[in-house]
């Protein structure tokens, strides 16, 4: 079910959800967190639907706050047009679709609070550009989590640094929730004989992923050995981390993702494999990220100590990724 109010209040919005609850059932039993979306006029759904899709492991309360310029729809006055969304409409959870103008865009914590689940967690959540400090900024404030993803902003390396430099304890970015399929290959490859030490690092991916350094920050901190990463110019399909090489006095380990959902897994006097080895789709990244409402410290430590130790990167052209991935 879809309701619409137009030029409306968040207390007539907080009302209408009353009304929908006494006439529908309880819907708001069971939410556990309450998700705030900050997001341009006019590029929601990409973000609702993920956070539908989320929802069905999260129950929760989705509040998307819409704000900019919508084309004609542009409004100087101030104006707040909402939306409520329940049901097959909201997946599992309960959506409010907030679209402000004019001065009533420029108080966004004024706008949710309102409409926060009591008692409940609230997630903020940026899903393109990103405020310049998350943790000061209006939704910032008010939230225990805080997710930005790097990849969507207009420099996604520089952001990280970026990042790196503002950090607090709740703030995490999609950058290094898409690593958490590597991270995990990875450390059973090295769980399983032989036991020896690693001397050498590589890393190289597509010049537009921020998770490639991350990655790269990742391995040296954890096994103490200097990582070296290449960023190549990025080629059609070949977007994100392509391969991960790590040396050792048996032979090399090397995991190359030769399509968008398989790697090749390539060890020392054993068979080569083929692994399943998916780019995460934003739901994906989203559903994990709400399963832990405390710090992530080891991002806290990645973003912090292990991206300012790890080296610049050498840039190489698209015409030379393929000798790269070998």
Known sequence: MIVDLPDTTTSNISKTLVKIREEGGAVA????????????????EEAIEAANDASREHPMRVIVISTGTDGPKTRDDPRLDAQIRVGGDAGASEVIVLKAYGDTASDEEGLVTGLLLPDAPVVAWWPADAPKIVSQSPLGRIAQRRITDAAAQSDPRGFLHHLSDTYEPGDTDFAWTRLTLWRAQLA?????????????????????SPSTSLLAAWLQMQ??????????????????????????????????????????????????????????SLRDCLAEELR???PDDLFGEVIQRGLSQLDEPSKIHSSKSKAASK
């Open 188 to 208: 059973a490859v090295l769980d399983q004989p032989p036991y020896e030490s690693i001397t050498g690092i590589e890393v190289h991916g597509s010049s537009d």
């Open 292 to 294: 832990r409402l405390d």
């Open 223 to 280: 096994l103490d050995v200097p990582a070296k990463h290449e960023l190549v110019t990025p080629a059609h399909g070949s977007s994100g981390i392509q391969g991960v090489k790590l040396r050792r006095a048996s032979g090399a380990i090397e995991l190359e993702r030769t399509s968008g959902s398989i790697a090749t897994l390539t060890q020392p006097n054993q068979p080569t494999h083929d692994i399943s080895l998916p780019r995460r």
């Open 29 to 44: 039993l069971g939410r556990v967190l309450t998700l705030v979306i900050s997001t341009k006029l006019g590029h929601e």
